[in-house]
């Protein structure tokens, strides 16, 4: 039984072989994704230019899973929906690029799975997240 503000989404088997699912939740555009062991929920589209995040791959980057948008190849931490990019210190360039965790720019919701079956509780999307410009579900 889902607890107060859970919302039931999917099955466990209904995200398939790519282990992930694109819904709508209270017209929230979200995607469920399965890497390793943990579940995941973020807003479906990216924060930087609105390409489609639930295509993209997943990479372990510097110990953090990523998704990594198909569109500019930004990358997204799955837990926090922080930033991740390689930084360079320009008066150092002798020393390699480092993975850096950036703002949290990407929306994410948390996810329980209980009995099989995957609940989300939606993060409170009040518009400060560079991801909420392009992820409110539109009517057509």
């Known amino acids: 039984m889902a ?7 999917c099955s ?3 995200l398939g072989t790519r282990n992930r699912k694109r819904i709508t939740v209270a017209a929230r555009d979200i995607f469920i994704v399965k890497a390793g062991d943990q579940f995941y929920a973020l807003d479906s589209f990216c924060y930087h230019a609105g390409g489609p995040l639930y295509n993209g791959d ?5 110990g953090r899973t990523c998704m990594v948008c ?11 929906g922080q930033n991740y990019y390689q930084s360079v210190d320009p008066h150092n360039l002798d020393k390699p690029p480092k993975w850096t965790a950036g ?9 329980t799975v209980r009995d099989g079956n995957i609940y989300v509780t939606l993060s409170s999307c009040d518009g400060t997240l560079d991801s909420d410009h392009y992820n409110k579900h539109k009517e057509k």
């Open 3 to 9: 607890e107060a503000n859970e919302l039931y989404v």
């Open 70 to 80: 198909p569109w500019h190849k930004y990358k997204v931490c799955l837990n926090t």
């Open 103 to 111: 703002e949290v720019r990407q929306r994410t919701h948390t996810v």
């Open 12 to 14: 466990v088997s209904d």
């Open 58 to 62: 997943i990479e372990d980057l510097g």
